[in-house]
């Protein structure tokens, strides 16, 4: 599952500028040769800003995805290591894999890929598509499932574990629970128990979280909601930081600097000007916009692995004769996103 899609991106990836779009002979070449060497600062410091042109935003696009830890050579050993894994489900497979590769950065990296490959092209479902505008939508729906992969292992305490049936994740369960809680204001009390109620906090962003502290297995979790156009979510989050300076984050609790009266969990968005980085917007939005990206482009072959991922994360059972045994006409909700969690923690 999969596998077809990325094959197909790394097939395009060896002539990202010479065969998969069009081309403009030396500057095409030295960009080139940056991303055969991994020299995403290069070609970063070169487009960032100032691209104009299909070349140099694939260009761009192509560095980030390298940033995060997720360029050519890197997907080569995603794919290898998902295809072998046959403890978890396909998806889980890939999400396991990707988050052994991925950059600390690779959120806001697959972010800003997505968003160059986008500049190619906005609607993948045009049927007069050029072939670089082809190759952008490919590229970007992987840019997106990425990131809803990379985001998943985030939210996970041991990601070895997700989908493997064989023990759950108190993070991840705790995760879901926040999710369902900013979702309905309710929760499943049987595996959770809401220790703090909704306390506003203001980081040095000058934004207000709502924290909440959910007790999983005597074990606390703090997470972070805040209201985004009258839709709560729950932040992502990355180690531990003061409010008032993002620059004492630290990993874990056995920091030493880590305090347990004065730090909270930290969120990854440091600036109010930045698009908030939200566990239900990474993995909704993205596996929706990076599904129909895909399958604007996509051969038949591919389409079936499409089918195959979108339903598991729908909650259907796939056959490749009788297909999903859900509907794969809507988009994936953040209910059954949270439904998805749990059925693999």
């Not at 010479?18 to 960009?31: I, K, P, R, Y």
């Not at 050519?72 to 890939?94: C, Q």
């Not at 606390?220 to 932040?235: P, Q, S, V």
């Not at 993002?246 to 000007?273: G, I, L, M, Q």
Request: one cysteine or more; a negative charge.
């Amino acid at each position: 599952m999969l596998k077809k899609i990325v094959t197909s991106a790394l097939l395009c990836s060896a002539l990202l500028l010479s065969g998969c779009g069009d081309n403009e002979a030396e500057d095409v070449l030295q960009t080139e040769q940056d991303i055969d060497k991994g020299n995403y600062e290069a070609i970063i410091s070169k487009y960032e800003g100032v691209a104009s042109t299909n070349e140099e935003y694939m260009a761009l696009a192509a560095a980030y995805m390298q940033k995060a830890g997720l360029g050519l050579a890197d997907l080569m050993v995603v794919i290898s290591d998902s295809t072998e894994d046959e403890n978890s489900d396909a998806f889980a497979a890939f999400v396991k894999s990707v988050k052994a590769s991925s950059s600390r950065t690779a959120l806001r990296d697959l972010e800003k890929s997505s968003l160059n490959y986008k500049e190619v092209v906005e609607n993948c479902n045009d049927a007069n598509l050029s072939s670089s505008q082809q190759d952008a939508c490919l590229y970007r729906g992987l840019a997106q499932t990425l990131k809803a992969a990379s985001t998943i292992g985030y939210i996970t305490g041991s990601i070895e574990n997700f989908g493997s049936g064989l023990e759950s994740d108190n993070r991840l369960t705790s995760t879901a629970c926040a999710m369902e809680y900013a979702l309905t204001d309710s929760y499943d009390t049987s595996k959770c128990a809401l220790t703090t109620g909704l306390t506003p906090i203001t980081f040095d962003s000058n934004v207000t979280y709502n924290s909440i502290v959910m007790t999983v297995n005597a074990e606390e979790f703090e997470h972070l909601i805040r209201d985004i156009n009258g839709t709560k979510r729950t932040a992502i989050t990355d180690g531990y930081c003061t409010t008032d300076d993002f620059s004492t984050r630290v990993e874990d609790k056995n920091a030493s600097t880590y305090n347990p009266s004065t730090f909270h969990v930290c969120p990854v968005t440091e600036s109010a000007e930045d698009d908030e980085i939200t566990t239900e917007g990474l993995i909704v939005d993205a596996l929706n916009d990076g599904v129909e990206a895909i399958s604007g482009v996509a051969t038949d072959d591919m389409q079936g692995d499409i089918d195959e991922f979108k339903c598991e994360v729908l909650g259907g059972n796939y056959n490749e004769y009788s297909g999903c045994s859900v509907s794969l006409s809507s988009d994936v909700s953040t209910q059954q996103v949270i439904n998805y969690l749990e059925t693999n923690n």
